[in-house]
């Protein structure tokens, strides 16, 4: 069953092609724990070329890797999420109204600019923290992407979908005790960083810590917004909460953090 709930899980959030069938979908869908596990891992690559070219005090070209790595893992779909969210920000009208408008394929003023923000301040972010430590920068990264998924994670457990559809297909199964195995996801990670590189841990937990914040904002608004949550407010959260998160780990590392 874990197994399985990781495969549908790798599946799902990034582009591996790690195969999966319907039985990994369910096994996912009943098993939010794994959104973290997979950070992990998605958070250890993304930190690759930050590192690396960020070292050699290039954090333009770091930002522009991390950029290009993120879509080549994860695709466009949690950005169409953050497009769609956007267009319906810009919507007069009620819930339905603005459901409407996260259904057509028109791409309005209010999806470019939610696209640019959440776009350019990711760049900025990353190319901030580059010339920070590096094992301090890829706790950061790392912390930031297992905040994400913790998130979408938390969505799935304490949040009401909308209608039915991808959203439904996680918040029906799963409900507020399922928080404790993600909790314990983020502790077991913590204490991996801590035996890796204890003098990272700090950054590493303000940071997830910052990208739940985030995301709990967005997913309360996008809520009142929408009148519940479906498929585009998870992209969303994921994007926002990666933002967050990567937003505050600038913010140590210029602020001298060892």
């Not at 409407?100 to 003023?109: C, F, H, I, R, T």
């Not at 470019?112 to 890829?138: D, F």
């Not at 590189?197 to 937990?205: D, E, I, Q």
Request: proline share 5%.
């Amino acid at each position: 069953m874990a197994l399985s709930a990781l495969r549908g899980a790798v599946g799902f959030l990034t582009r591996l092609p790690v195969g999966g069938d319907a039985t990994d979908w369910r096994a996912v869908t009943e098993s939010p724990w794994a959104f973290p596990v997979v950070g992990v891992g998605t958070g250890l690559l993304l930190a690759a070329p930050v590192v690396a070219l960020g070292g050699r005090s290039l954090p333009l070209l770091a930002a522009v890797g991390y950029l290009g790595l993120w879509v080549g893992l994860s695709g466009i779909t949690h950005l169409d999420g953050v497009a769609d969210l956007g267009d319906a920000a810009v919507v007069h009208g009620d819930a339905e109204a603005r459901v409407a408008v996260l259904k057509d394929s028109e791409v309005g003023v209010g999806a470019v600019v939610a696209l640019l923000l959440a776009t350019l301040g990711t760049a900025l972010a990353v190319a901030s923290l580059a010339g920070g430590s590096r094992p301090l920068v890829a706790a950061v990264i790392v912390g930031a992407e297992v905040g994400a998924k913790a998130a979408m994670a938390a969505l799935a457990c304490l949040a009401t979908a909308r209608h039915e559809g991808l959203g439904a297909q996680f918040t029906e199964p799963n409900g507020p005790r399922d928080l404790l195995p993600v909790a314990l996801v983020l502790v077991a990670a913590a204490g991996g960083v801590w035996f890796l590189v204890p003098a990272a841990l700090p950054g590493a937990t303000l940071t997830c810590a910052a990208a739940l914040g985030g995301s709990w904002l967005l997913a309360r608004w996008a809520n009142g917004l929408l009148d519940g949550v479906n498929g585009d407010v998870f992209g969303a959260v994921d994007v926002a909460a990666r933002l967050a998160g990567l937003v505050a780990g600038a913010l140590l590392v210029g602020g001298g953090l060892p």
